[in-house]
Structures are given as C-alpha cells and as structure tokens.
C-alpha cells in the first residue's frame, strides 16, 4: 500500500524524508535531544544505540498517533500522547534489557528518558497529528535516522580523541596518548559546541555567502553601551 | 544527619544535573539568556523536583512495589509529573505574570525536561527512603539552579564580547558549559 503511494508522489515523502534526514537533523542543526546526545555518546556504538532505540519509538508513536488522529480529542491530546510514548519507551526498555544486556546497562537511565525527548512530542504535535501514517512515518523514520547518525558522529568524534578507537578498533597510531578529556562531561559539551560552530560556519559560507562583519560583538558593546547613557 | 548533608553536597555539585548527569540541558541551553529567567527557571524545577517526590515516593513503595507493578514506573511518573506542572503552570500565571512571560515555551517543556523524570527514576533506582528523596530533591534543585545561575551570569557578558559569527549562541553557550563542566570535576573529591 504504502509503494503504491510513494509511486503516485514521489516528492512528498522523500521530502518528508529528507527534512530530519539531513535538513534539520537533530541535535546538531536543530538543539533539540541534547541531553542524550550528550550524556551517552562516550563511544561511536552507544551513541548508534541510543539513535537507534529513539528511532523505534519515534516511528512506532507517530504512526500510532496518526493512525488516530481523527479519534483524539484537541483537549486531552498531550496526556494520551504521553501514554502512547512512554507504553512504547516501556516496551523498547524490557526488550533492550532482555535481550542486549550491556547496552542496557551502558545508556541505563536515558532508555526511560526518551519519555521526555522533545523530538518525539515534537514530531508528534507539529507532524503526526495532521498527516498520513505513511507521511508520518517517512517524517519520523528521517528524524530518527537522522538522529542516529548525529550522535554515531559524536560518539566516533569522542571514542577518536578519547580512547583512540573506532567501534572498539583501533584507529589512531600507537603512539597516540588518548586525550581523557573527551570521555568527560567537558568533553562532551567542548565536541557539541564545536560541531555545532562548524556547522554553522559551513551553512553561512554555503548559503548566502553574505559579508560577515567583523566586531559585530564591539558594535552591541557600544550601542550598549550608548544605551547605558542615555537611560 | 552527616549522610544527609553528603547526598546533598552530591546531588548539588559532585554529580550536577546539568554539568555531569546531563539531565535538563535544553532549559539550561534555552532560557539562560537573562539572569532572572535563568533563576526563576531554576526554583521552577526545583519546586516541580520537591513536589514530585512528595507524591510519587508514596505511589511507588506503597502502590506499585508491593503490588509488583514497577515496569509501569515510566508511564506513571510522566503522568504525574505532567498534571503537576500543570497545576504550577496555572499559579504563575496567576501570581507572577512577569515571571511567566520570561519562561515563554519553557514552562509548559518542564514536564518534558528530564530533569524532573530523571529525578524520580534515580531516587526509586537508589531506593532512597522518603526523607533522602527529599534532600536529593532540594540537592538537586540547588545545583541546577547554581548552574543555570551561573550560565546566565556568563552569557549577559558573553553579549557584550566579539565571538566568531558561527559560534554566537548555542555554540558558544555549549563551549562555556563545557569549562563549567570541568570545573565541577573539582568537586569529585568532596563524596562519593
């Protein structure tokens, strides 16, 4: 049913696709999910882990709640997508801790926590709740990828600097002293900030190619300043 | 008496929510442009924090744990905690409306900070008696509202410095945080 649809439309749903896939994918082009990102992401394969475990419950409760969209009162809607969201998280916990003990153990209380990711509520009440299951699920299956790949990426970026391996080989020369830094809280905030910068820095180049004005930051200073004077 | 003053220099500044745990960053990140809006945000969560653990300890060890139902923790707490803010929702915006405006979306989103989840998790986790659950609480609460505090101070300066166009706000926001980060390191000494 749903190859048929993706015949008839091909845009809509690559679009749909594409937008968390890479156009604004979380957490490093939209700061949404920070908390995970950050707190998990010592090693390349936990940060895949946890995108991974986000992904299923983000496409399982947003096709879900599209399913029901025409059932669900405007009223009552966030309690009942909250029970739908955190059924989902309960089912994901109890299948990650019978099945895939270390990994359980490793992103311990962040499983419960993806209650409380905001992508998830987001996709829910700003896509999930108007479209189609099957637009629901290329929008959610996007995020969710995209998620995955956003932190697999911190999470090589840190293991790299950190523990000078990749998916638990050994990437960097023997010589390398690991940098203990990057497996710290520190760390993960200094490797979030910085590719977050590039990021930004890449998009301005390539977007407008706009004259960048230097001492913008001396500019609010003295119309503060100035301000500061006159009031 | 000691114990209790050691779960609480621990939950305030040895294991940060926000700088170790990582546990309510988006608020941390999101309304720590203005000193007061971070403050207030801070007694905001830690008063959700405080009356979080007054109802669901009670749920938990008299409800769910002698009934054997404690898979259903996740689904019961969020629930909890989202009528609460509700209710502290509608009391700011009655009594502080100033206070209200500086929150903006924040408000609605404690329910959707971890922070206040991930609270309830660790103290049923820790299986903390009902007085711990309150001192990790208020603990708690202190240390994100000390580090939101602090945030908020650096970032008004931060204002006023020339950072590089790619690194103005969020980056340079997760850049300081990082230095607050290993700065608390230092605590790591003062308890287990």
């Known amino acids: 049913m749903m190859a048929s649809q993706v015949e008839k439309k091909p845009n809509v749903y690559l679009e749909d696709l594409s937008e968390g896939l890479w ?22 394969v936990y940060g895949m882990a946890m995108g991974l475990s986000t992904t299923v419950v983000l496409v399982g409760s947003t096709v879900l709640i599209s399913l029901f969209r025409r059932a669900i009162p405007r009223q009552t809607r966030i309690p009942i997508y ?9 089912i994901t916990e109890l299948v990650l801790k019978g099945f895939f003990p270390e990994i359980h153990q490793v992103l311990g209380l962040f499983i419960p926590l993806i209650v409380v990711n905001c992508i998830i509520l987001g996709r829910i009440e700003s896509f999930a709740a108007q479209h189609t299951p099957a637009r629901a699920l290329a929008d959610s299956l996007g995020y969710g990828l995209g998620f995955t790949w956003a932190l697999t990426l911190i999470g090589a970026i840190r293991e790299i600097l950190g523990a000078g391996t990749l998916f638990g080989l050994r990437v960097m020369p023997a010589a390398f002293v690991p940098w203990a830094i990057m497996r710290t809280p520190a760390g993960a905030f200094w490797t979030m900030g910085i590719l977050v910068g590039v990021i930004t820095l890449w998009r301005q180049r390539g977007a407008a190619r706009r004259v960048t004005i230097p001492g913008v930051g001396l500019q609010r200073m003295r119309e503060a300043a100035e301000g500061g004077e006159t009031a | ?36 809006a971070g403050v207030g945000m801070g007694i905001a969560v830690t008063a959700v924090m405080v009356a979080s653990v007054l109802v669901i300890w009670p749920i ?3 409800g769910l744990a002698p009934l054997g139902l404690e898979y259903l923790q996740t689904i019961l707490f969020i629930l909890v905690i989202a009528a609460m803010v509700q209710v502290l929702e509608m009391i700011i915006r009655k009594f502080m409306p100033a206070l209200y405006r500086a929150f903006g979306i924040y408000l609605p989103l404690i329910t959707t900070n971890c922070a206040i989840l991930g609270l309830a998790l660790l103290m049923v986790g820790e299986n903390y008696t009902f007085l711990q659950s309150l001192v990790f609480a208020i603990g708690s609460g202190a240390g994100i509202t000390l580090a939101m505090a602090m945030m908020a101070a650096i970032r008004e300066e931060l204002e006023l410095v020339d950072v590089p166009p790619s690194l103005q706000g969020t980056g340079v926001a997760l850049i300081t945080a990082g230095i607050m980060a290993l700065s608390f390191m230092g605590f790591a000494g003062l308890s287990s």
């Open chain 1, 23 to 44: 156009k604004r994918t979380p957490p490093l082009f939209t700061a949404l999910g920070m908390c995970p990102s950050l707190a998990v992401t010592t090693a390349a």
């Open chain 1, 82 to 90: 909250t029970v739908a969201v955190a059924t989902l998280v309960t």
């Open chain 2, 1 to 36: 008496m000691t114990e209790l003053v050691l779960l609480f220099i621990g939950a305030a500044l040895v294991n940060n929510f926000l700088l170790t745990r990582f546990l309510g960053i988006c608020p941390f990140l999101g309304v720590t442009r203005e000193l007061k």
């Open chain 2, 60 to 62: 938990y060890h008299w």
